[in-house]
């Protein structure tokens, strides 16, 4: 049981350095597009959903497919892993 829980506290510990990262990124992202779109002519408006929507799409995606490869690799049968192709 204290395996688990220190995977957990692990795992939240990821999640955390992995959200003050993108937070720093999202912000830097921001500032960049807005500075550069200052340039043209024709003026556009940067919404900051996009950049959420984009960082919520790349987690989930990694989400899924961490979760499908974990999952295959446990209910593949060992022999696979043990035997030579």
């Not at 830097?28 to 959903?49: C, D, G, Q, R």
């Not at 996009?50 to 989930?60: E, K, Q, T």
Request: charged fraction near 15%.
């Amino acid at each position: 049981m204290k395996t688990i829980i220190r995977n957990f506290i692990s795992v939240l510990r990821r999640f955390k350095m992995a959200t003050i990262l993108n937070i720093f990124g999202l912000t830097v992202a921001f500032s960049a597009i807005h500075k550069w779109l200052e340039n043209f002519a024709y003026k556009t408006p940067v919404y900051w959903w996009v950049f959420m929507l984009a960082f919520l799409l790349v987690f989930c995606l990694t989400i899924l497919t961490v979760t499908f490869q974990n999952w295959r690799v446990a209910n593949e049968n060992p022999v696979y892993s043990i035997k030579d192709n």
